[in-house]
Nanobody, 125 residues
Framework: QVQLVESGGGLVQAGGSLRLSCAASGRTFSRNLMAWFRQAPGKEREFVAAITGSGGSTYYADSVKGRFTISRDSAKNTVSLQMNSLKGEDTAVYFC??????????????????WGKGTLVTVSS
């Protein structure tokens, strides 16, 4: 059974930093696209960042570009999201996701095949 488990969420002041981690089990995703999404209260889930299996290519939503960095450790089957210069609008539940595909696509901006249960990030302003 595939499981994605997020950790690292919490309360942080605006301008601060947090690092989210996601550990995958049940199968290896070393060659697969992995990503982070988020859902703010009362809003739809949105794409945040993605990274290809090789780690050679990364993709970001415009709203987080330059502030967030996605990375992965394929040997450990983990993916992380370093979030800097946090803003109130970054408050959301953050979800780790993994796909059956290796490469990024417009579909990947909307949905992926495997999901974690999420971790809450609250940014106080």
């Amino acid at each position: 059974q595939v499981q994605l488990v997020e950790s690292g969420g919490g309360l942080v002041q605006a301008g601060g930093s947090l690092r989210l981690s996601c550990a995958a089990s049940g199968r290896t995703f070393s060659r697969n696209l992995m990503a982070w999404f988020r859902q703010a209260p009362g809003k739809e889930r949105e794409f945040v960042a993605a990274i290809t299996g090789s780690g050679g290519s990364t993709y970001y939503a415009d709203s987080v570009k330059g502030r967030f960095t996605i990375s992965r450790d394929s040997a450990k089957n983990t993916v992380s999201l370093q979030m800097n210069s946090l803003k109130g609008e970054d408050t959301a539940v953050y979800f780790c996701a993994a796909d059956s595909n290796r490469y990024f696509s417009e579909r990947a901006r909307r949905t992926m095949d495997y999901w974690g249960k999420g971790t809450l990030v609250t940014v106080s302003s």
